[in-house]
């Protein structure tokens, strides 16, 4: 399993609780898409994944810029992921990222709103904060290896399912 995560925000460690924890620890990759905010948060979340592939965000202190960068690409069952916090611009502009990188997905935060779009046929995904929503729901992301891709879903910390969706390369 696949689980992406955002927008943690925490001064003092990960700020996981219920499915999301579990989802992390169940997890064989994690992504997180910036704003850890501290390194006690970023330092937690290693401690928690398996493998953690992070970018920073623009909340995050100094001492965690310099230990992640601001883009990444990562593969994950043959699709393709570019990772960032945010891109001025929207959706054109994350679409215009990813399609330059060559990526099936786009995941990144800053919104603190998840949700799955579609933008022909390049998937942008933000899986929301589940620490911090700020008036959003909570949430993360979860992707299953699945026949032809991956099948996801969106997921509150209490474990709801608030959306479906496929990714496929």
């Known amino acids: 399993m696949l689980t992406i995560c955002s927008d943690t925000h925490s001064l003092d460690g990960h700020a ?25 948060a970023l330092d937690a979340f290693q401690d928690e994944a398996k493998r953690l ?3 920073h965000g623009n909340a995050d202190r100094m001492a965690v810029r310099d230990r992640l960068p601001t883009a990444r690409i990562v593969e994950y069952e043959g699709i393709r992921f570019a990772v960032t916090h945010r891109k001025r611009g929207g959706a054109t ?6 399609r330059q990188r060559e990526a099936d997905v786009v995941v990144s935060g800053h919104s603190h709103q998840p949700s799955v779009v579609d933008a022909d046929g390049l998937t942008l995904l ?14 993360h992301a979860e992707l299953e290896p699945a026949a032809g891709g991956l099948d ?7 474990g709801t399912v608030f959306e479906e969706f496929r990714i496929e390369p």
């Open 152 to 158: 996801g879903r969106l997921c509150q910390p209490d």
């Open 126 to 139: 933000n899986p929301g904060s589940h620490a911090d929503p700020r008036g959003n729901r909570p949430g």
């Open 53 to 55: 592939d992070a970018v």
């Open 93 to 98: 502009a994350l679409s215009l990222f990813g």
């Open 16 to 40: 996981l609780t219920g499915r999301t924890l579990e989802a992390v620890r169940e997890a064989d990759q994690v992504i997180h898409a910036g704003d850890f905010t501290s390194t006690s």
